[in-house]
């Protein structure tokens, strides 16, 4: 165990020299870095890896794998194994992770999503080795014990419940994508209370599942702040032990269905409005940027604070004040989900939610001016290119990107993509989204929460 009375320079000295590792390179506050917001990718023993050397004294470093709920193979894997994260490996105790991570003055966090599992560190530059190393470890040699899983897993896991339980928002979320696409991208995000887990949810089932999450196939290392050298020679030294199996994580493609789900709930009221929208970048030729500019045009909250905003939705709930509207895209590998979500009191939500479709036939019509187009498509671009500079999100898109399809997250190519977008685009595809069947989920007093066919939608 390390001294914490450890000076921070010599806390890393003994880290390291308990891994053998040292850096190729110290780099000082000022050393230059070539500063491009453009990935770099690789290879290293067998692991997919990017890297963006961004100048500055920190890097930010993240494991992603083909872990989310749409592959997980029994209900609450995903959440279990990225409970089980930093707990504790056969050559470190959870007590020691903290200890050495806190002397090296870093951060550790973990998360999933529907389609991935993100294990990240902050940290001081230097330290990149140990770090590498570390995240290597948590993959290939984590301890899944019985006791863990008893005392810390599964009551986080039922706290998490707890919560979704009493987010309104959250439920209708959950509910808006299990209507959507059934299976997959449809499971919830986090078990719900009456889902039996329990039957399915066991040590040996999560260990049974990190065997094949982080197996080289199914992950990618992406780092900001590093060179792609140092990340190449430390990810091939430590995840050599990571499975080489040729078998991944499947999912069945994704099919959209559309439909209507009304969820009784007295803390709140949501409802969501959706309609099929676009992959991600990374997914090539199902990507479709005017679904992006679309979710700007009727964007709902205001860009400027003490504003309600321009929007074509903040001006039909403007006699709405009860309520408040946003649009937002969610981009999968194959599919995406643009959502329409109004919070807020049942009665103003009733009036917002048949304003919004007003909106969107407007749109279909046409019946825009050309300066909202020119707005809503540099909100868009400009959205794009912040998540792309956001470490934490540009760190899973990209890993999600190399693991699916062997492509980064590149900001630039998105950008010259939403740039191209016009009136007649957008027009075209909002015009199909009303034509098919839409999908609505709604949480709260169903005693006014409107049905879908009340709006003027077909589910």
Not at 53 to 74: E, H, I, W
């Amino acid at each position: 165990m390390i001294c914490r009375s450890l000076p921070r320079s010599n806390a890393s000295l003994a880290a390291r020299s308990r891994t053998g590792a040292q850096p190729s390179q110290r780099r000082g506050f000022a050393a230059v870095a070539s500063g491009s917001f453009q990935y770099g990718t690789g290879d290293a023993a067998g692991v997919k890896i990017a890297s963006r050397d961004l100048t500055g004294p920190t890097t930010t470093l993240a494991l992603v794998a083909k872990a989310g709920t749409r592959y997980q193979t029994l209900p609450g894997l995903s959440d279990g194994l990225e409970k089980f994260a930093f707990k504790g490996t056969q050559k470190r105790s959870a007590l020691r992770i903290n200890r050495e991570v806190e002397l090296l003055g870093g951060t550790l966090g973990a998360y999933h999503s529907r389609e991935n599992l993100v294990l990240g560190a902050k940290f001081l530059r230097d330290d990149l080795p140990y770090f590498v190393e570390l995240l290597g470890e948590v993959a290939t040699k984590t301890k899944y014990t019985a006791h863990e899983f008893r005392e810390e897993v599964v009551p986080t896991i039922k706290l998490a419940q707890k919560a979704l339980l009493a987010n309104p928002t959250a439920l209708a979320s959950n509910s808006a994508h299990g209507v959507a696409f059934h299976r997959g991208l449809g499971t919830p995000l986090h078990p719900t209370s009456s889902t039996p887990f329990s039957k399915y949810l066991h040590p040996d089932t999560v260990a049974d599942f990190a065997s094949v999450a982080y197996a080289k196939p199914n992950i990618a290392v992406v780092a900001n702040g590093a060179s792609q050298a140092n990340l190449s020679k430390w990810v091939g030294e430590f995840f050599t032990d990571a499975p080489s199996t040729s078998s991944k994580l499947q999912s069945a493609p994704s099919k959209y269905h559309g439909g209507e789900e009304r969820i009784a709930h007295d803390a709140g009221n949501a409802m969501i409005i959706g309609f099929p929208g676009s992959s991600s970048f990374t997914a090539g030729g199902s990507y479709k940027p005017e679904i992006a500019v679309l979710a700007t045009l009727l964007g709902g909250e205001s860009s400027i604070k003490w504003s309600t905003g321009f929007s074509l939705l903040a001006k039909a709930a403007a006699s709405h004040p009860g309520a408040h509207v946003s649009t937002s895209h969610a981009a999968y590998s194959d599919a995406g989900l643009l959502q329409i979500t109004l919070t807020g009191s049942a009665k103003d939500i009733r009036g917002a939610s048949v304003e919004a479709v007003k909106a969107l036939k407007k749109v279909a019509a046409g019946d825009i001016a050309k300066e909202e187009i020119t707005k809503a498509v540099a909100l868009a671009k400009f959205r794009a290119l912040d998540a792309g500079q956001t470490i934490e999100a540009g760190l899973e898109l990209t890993g999600a990107g190399l693991v699916q399809a062997g492509k980064a997250f590149q900001m630039d190519e998105i950008a010259k993509g939403i740039d191209g977008v016009s009136l007649e685009h957008v027009k075209k595809i909002t015009k199909s989204l009303l034509d098919g069947k839409a999908t609505v989920s709604t949480v709260g007093d169903l005693y006014l929460l409107p049905f879908a066919e009340e709006i003027g939608l077909t589910v």
